[in-house]
């Protein structure tokens, strides 16, 4: 069973910049795909950006194409999340998130992951 622990979350203004990284242990990151999620109070969940477990395809929400890049370091099990030009609609918890099968080339939202972190917070004040 993997534990995935986010962070880097806080407060930042509009326009402003986070970087959220995930941690695993108890398994490895690879050869998983990785993703983070994130939800806003009162709504769904909504994907935010996946990667392969190679690292070699990523996939990404519309509203954040452009502005948010993920990427992984299998050596040193972590997944992380540079978001710039943060807009206040951004504002949600983030959850780091596995997938469920080894080798998988797939990123649906809805059927691929199966192990979630606690969450980081990211407020973006307008």
């Known amino acids: 069973q993997v534990q995935l622990v986010e962070s880097g979350g806080g407060l930042v203004q509009a326009g402003g910049s986070l970087r959220l990284s995930c941690v695993a242990s108890g398994r490895a990151i690879n050869p998983y795909a990785m993703g983070w999620f994130r939800q806003a109070p009162g709504k769904e969940r909504e994907f935010v950006a996946g990667?392969?477990?190679?690292?070699?395809?990523?996939v990404y929400g519309d509203s954040v194409k452009g502005r948010f890049t993920i990427s992984r370091d299998n050596f040193n099990n972590t997944v992380s999340l540079p978001m710039n030009s943060l807009k206040s609609e951004d504002t949600a918890v983030y959850y780091c998130?596995?997938?469920?099968?080894?080798?998988?080339?797939?990123?649906?939202?809805?059927?691929?992951?199966?192990?979630w972190g606690q969450g980081t917070q990211v407020t973006v004040s307008s």
């Open positions: 990667v392969v477990w190679h690292g070699g395809r990523t």
């Open positions: 998130a596995q997938g469920r099968s080894s080798y998988s080339p797939n990123l649906q939202p809805d059927t691929d992951f199966g192990s």
